[in-house]
């Protein structure tokens, strides 16, 4: 990555290796990072991505917006309603 590159995971925490992130972080490998997952949750107090000032923490909210909400939320209410009236629609195991 760019020195000026910022890595983003609001993914899975151990999908990133945080040792070499750390260790590009504090050689200024790259910018910076945005996370809210980590390999450990909830954080440690005394993690070191809480001691970086080129790292910004958030809890595993990083994709929640006003938009998403819009698209998720009707879905999820159609989803239970299906549901109760013995309708399911989006069976993933067969009976």
Request: hydrophobic fraction near 45%; avoid cysteine.
């Amino acid at each position: 990555m760019k020195p000026t590159a910022y890595l983003i995971n609001t993914s899975r925490g151990p999908i990133v290796d945080e040792k070499a992130l750390i260790a590009a972080l504090t050689a200024g490998r790259i910018g910076g990072a945005g996370l809210d997952v980590f390999d450990v949750e909830p954080l440690p107090v005394d993690h070191p991505f809480r001691k970086l000032d080129n790292v910004v923490l958030t809890p595993h909210l990083g994709y929640v917006s006003v938009e998403n909400y819009k698209v998720y939320y009707p879905d999820i209410v159609a989803n239970i309603r299906a549901f109760v009236d013995g309708k399911p629609v989006k069976v993933i195991t067969a009976r």
